[in-house]
């Protein structure tokens, strides 16, 4: 399956993670990049994208999302795990690679995330 990171130059400067699950590209931002062994980084989950949307690369130019987006890395993922409060997924891509892990706020609210590298 693909995955894709996407840099993201809104209002608010950002990385998009999109993991290719159940015919669309999961979506999370990440406000504070991607995290490295023993770092932990929150990850916001916002709508699905079309499959296709993991090679956009240009600029949008109104509304939500407004700014320019490039591709900072992809290749393909292997899920590991999957649950309603956890998804654990390997990456090798061009940049990233290693296992991480995304586990859902108790208190945060559906949308809150958290993403962990567990090892290279």
């Known amino acids: 399956?693909?995955?894709?990171?996407?840099?993201?130059?809104?209002?608010?400067?950002?990385f998009d993670l999109r993991l290719e699950m159940d015919g669309v590209a999961k979506s999370w931002a990440i406000?504070?990049?991607?995290?490295?062994?023993?770092?932990k980084r929150l990850a916001i989950q916002v709508e699905d994208h079309n499959i296709e949307y993991m090679d956009?690369?240009?600029e949008i130019e109104e509304g939500y999302g407004k700014g320019i987006v490039k591709i900072w890395d992809k290749g393909e993922y292997e899920l590991l795990k999957r649950t309603e409060k956890e998804i654990k997924f390997r990456v090798n891509g061009k940049k990233l690679k290693g296992t991480y892990a995304l586990f859902r706020f108790e208190k945060g609210g559906e949308n809150s995330w958290l993403l962990i590298k567990t090892k290279d």
């Open 1 to 14: 399956m693909k995955f894709c990171l996407q840099e993201h130059f809104a209002k608010r400067y950002h």
């Open 31 to 39: 406000p504070k990049g991607f995290p490295e062994i023993g770092e």
């Open 56 to 58: 956009f690369e240009g």
